[in-house]
């Protein structure tokens, strides 16, 4: 107890407290930010200009995944026997499948961009073999397969248009690149929000 009541003793403890409470308020303020910014990777980004809350990315994500299943089944049972196409099907559903996988495992934004940029091309591979067979059929897949496509294609132009990116750009600048922040960025340990990109 007596080396408690030494003053360079007390001092040290409470720069240790202090220190302590420092980084705790530190992490616990940019932890609510952070969380703020990932929030807005699934339930969208107000737009005050427009006035309302743009689209998630993530439900996005999930229609362009549904809308690949959709072109998928139009393959199978109006060409099931094309060799062509089924080399292109099984670049599609494996794409489908990851970002699926992907989804539900909850990866982050970057990853799921990588994700989705395979299945954006996995797609238009198969829509390119796929259209001219539906087309050369006559049937009615044809309305179908482009509704499924322009699906996927709508839901990209909604991810692109989603200001998430922007959310995470404006947050690093406004929250972690001024000051107190940027000097005190070394004891914070919360996981930054990533870019869909």
């Given at each position: 107890m007596k080396l408690l009541k030494?003053?360079?003793v007390a001092i040290l403890i409470a720069l240790i407290v202090v220190a302590g409470a420092l980084v705790f308020g530190v992490n616990r303020s940019v932890g609510a930010e952070v969380e703020a910014v990932r929030a807005q990777?699934?339930?969208?980004v107000f737009d005050p200009q427009a006035g309302f809350t743009r689209t998630g990315i993530h439900g996005q994500l999930t229609q362009r995944s549904t809308a690949a299943l959709r072109m998928l089944s139009i393959g199978e049972f109006s060409h099931p026997d094309?060799?062509?196409?089924?080399?292109v099907e099984l670049q599609l559903r494996t794409a489908q499948g990851a970002?699926?996988?992907a989804l539900t495992h909850g990866m982050g934004p970057s990853a799921l961009f990588s994700i989705d940029q395979a299945l954006e091309l996995?797609?238009?591979r198969y829509f390119a073999v796929l259209h001219p067979l539906?087309?050369?059929a006559e049937g009615e897949d044809l309305a179908a397969l482009e509704?499924?496509?322009?699906t996927m294609q709508g839901a990209a132009r909604v991810i692109r248009e989603s200001g998430y990116n922007e959310a995470v750009r404006t947050f690093h600048r406004t929250v972690m690149g001024q000051f107190?922040?940027?000097?005190?960025?070394?004891?914070?340990?919360?996981?930054m929000p990533e870019l869909f990109a």
């Open positions: 030494k003053q360079p990777f699934y339930s969208g094309s060799e062509e196409l089924a080399e970002l699926i996988s996995a797609a238009e539906v087309v050369e509704a499924a496509y322009g107190p922040m940027n000097v005190l960025r070394p004891i914070v340990f919360q996981q």
